[in-house]
Nanobody, 124 residues
Framework: QVQLVESGGGLVQAGGSLRLSCTASGRTFSNYAMGWFRQAPGNEREFVAAISWSGGSTHYAGSMKGRLTISRDNAKNTVYLQMSGLKPEDTAVYYC?????????????????WGQGTQVTVSS
């Protein structure tokens, strides 16, 4: 049974920074790409960032590009999302997810498992 547990969310002022963490268990973490998504009230869940199994490839949502760094530590079974220059519109529940493949851009891949989410609130 794969479990993904996010942490690091909270309340931050506009312009501030947060680092989210997601620790996985249940299968070999280093075999799979990981991603971060977010969902604001009344909105669809949207893509934020993704990272390949080794960390060698990353991809970011255009709306947040330049303010994000996704990274992973396979020895700790953990993926991170460093966010800076936060804006009130970044307020959302942030979810990590594990892909079914080692590369997030592999044809036919899917998001196999999801965490429970962590709330990020940015005040103006």
């Amino acid at each position: 049974q794969v479990q993904l547990v996010e942490s690091g969310g909270g309340l931050v002022q506009a312009g501030g920074s947060l680092r989210l963490s997601c620790t996985a268990s249940g299968r070999t973490f280093s075999n799979y790409a990981m991603g971060w998504f977010r969902q604001a009230p009344g909105n669809e869940r949207e893509f934020v960032a993704a990272i390949s199994w080794s960390g060698g490839s990353t991809h970011y949502a255009g709306s947040m590009k330049g303010r994000l760094t996704i990274s992973r530590d396979n020895a700790k079974n953990t993926v991170y999302l460093q966010m800076s220059g936060l804006k009130p519109e970044d307020t959302a529940v942030y979810y990590c997810a594990q892909f079914a493949t080692s590369l997030y851009y592999m044809a036919g891949t899917e998001l196999k498992y999801w965490g429970q989410g962590t709330q990020v609130t940015v005040s103006s």
